[in-house]
């Protein structure tokens, strides 16, 4: 059976992945008198599409209850009025509980038996609002709920994965979105490495220092998307992604006494929308300049979070991915 959890506008939330083709996480983006449901699937060879659910928004009409000792004739009033106040008093309490349960079976109906066409988003779609800055967070956020959660299964946030896109091309931008989440425990010994593109980091011409960076490897066969470390951010959560996104709040946030801790969360919250948007923005952009595109991260090799637009699957384990990446060149011959 599928657990499943609506978030708010553009709010997220979730539980444990589901099995093969079953919902893991959603979030909802509302549009006037719609909204749109996105919603991760998790398959059984553990690759996950993102799809959407568009709805219209069901409005909740409670029918109020009168009772018939309410409408007292007009001579006996005075000798009702405080027993009238008590029962409107109980009336209330009936509605407002009427409602409440209501909306929660309205709410379990739309978990169990979503409403609306679902449609798996494309390459280019999810690329599209990921990297949007009009859109509204929506995904954004479900994404950072996906990889916040990684691998483990017993619970433990933090742990080593590689998150790994199946390679893209402007061809095959209207195919299906997949993505997979890859076991790295090789990474949970690994320390953060500050200074590795400490370089770039620094803001330009008097401008203020960005939140996140980008800027092609040595080898110019990469675009490179880095967060910046943020002042009362413990550097531990910049080793990898799944210590960045996985890494406890309370753990990851140790300002000091000049900083105050909810500004620096909100900051990091913030970040880490910005990551995904600046990658997803990249990889539209290598597009155009290059015949393949492979999404993902491995940090294996430098100990600092890094998103690689790569031409080439370079350090993907995924090797369905990589069959896709050759298919993908032989078609181009």
């Given at each position: ?20 083709g079953?919902l ?5 983006r509302?549009?006037?008198t719609?909204?749109t449901?996105?919603?991760i ?23 109020k209850?009168?009772?018939d ?12 009025v405080?027993?009238?106040?008590q ?14 349960q ?44 996906v ?11 933090g ?16 195919d299906t979105?997949r993505?997979?989440?890859?076991p ?5 010994a ?33 675009e490179l ?6 002042q ?9 992604i ?6 406890q ?24 929308l910005d ?41 993907y ?17």
């Amino acid at each position: 059976m599928t657990e499943t959890m609506t978030g708010a506008m553009a709010g997220v939330t979730g539980e444990a992945m589901a099995a093969d083709g079953e919902l893991a996480r959603s979030a909802t983006r509302q549009e006037g008198t719609q909204h749109t449901r996105f919603l991760i699937e998790k398959h059984r060879n553990g690759i996950l599409t993102v799809a959407s659910v568009v709805e219209k928004e069901e409005e909740l009409h409670v029918g109020k209850k009168e009772g018939d000792d309410t409408r007292k004739s007009a001579q006996h009033v005075q000798q009702h009025v405080q027993q009238q106040q008590q029962q409107q008093q109980q009336h209330k309490q009936q509605h407002k509980q009427q409602k409440q349960q209501k909306q929660q079976q309205q709410h379990t109906h739309q978990q169990q038996h979503p409403q609306g066409h679902r449609e798996r988003l494309t390459a280019r779609r999810v690329l599209g609002l990921l990297s949007s800055q009009t859109e509204s967070d929506a995904l954004r956020r479900l994404f950072v709920d996906v990889l916040q959660h990684g691998v483990d299964d017993n619970g433990r946030t933090g742990a080593g994965f590689f998150w790994e896109c199946e390679p893209m091309t402007l061809h095959t931008l209207d195919d299906t979105f997949r993505m997979r989440l890859v076991p790295a425990p090789a990474l949970d010994a690994i320390s953060t490495d500050v200074d590795a593109f400490s370089e770039h980091f620094g803001g330009t011409d008097g401008q203020p220092q960005p939140r996140v960076v980008h800027f092609s490897n040595l080898g110019g066969d990469a675009e490179l998307t880095v967060p910046v470390p943020l002042q009362g951010v413990d550097t531990r959560a910049y080793a990898h992604i799944g210590t960045y996104y996985g890494l406890q709040d309370r753990v990851a946030v140790a300002a000091d006494g000049d900083q105050d801790s909810s500004n620096v969360l909100s900051a990091l919250q913030q970040q880490r929308l910005d990551v995904l948007r600046v990658a997803a923005d990249q990889a539209l952009a290598r597009l155009h300049r290059q015949p393949v595109i492979c999404l993902s991260t491995s940090g294996l090799g430098v100990s600092y979070l890094h998103v690689r637009v790569d031409e080439r699957p370079k350090y993907y384990v995924s090797r369905d991915f990589k069959d896709t990446y050759t298919r993908l060149l032989r078609s181009r011959t």
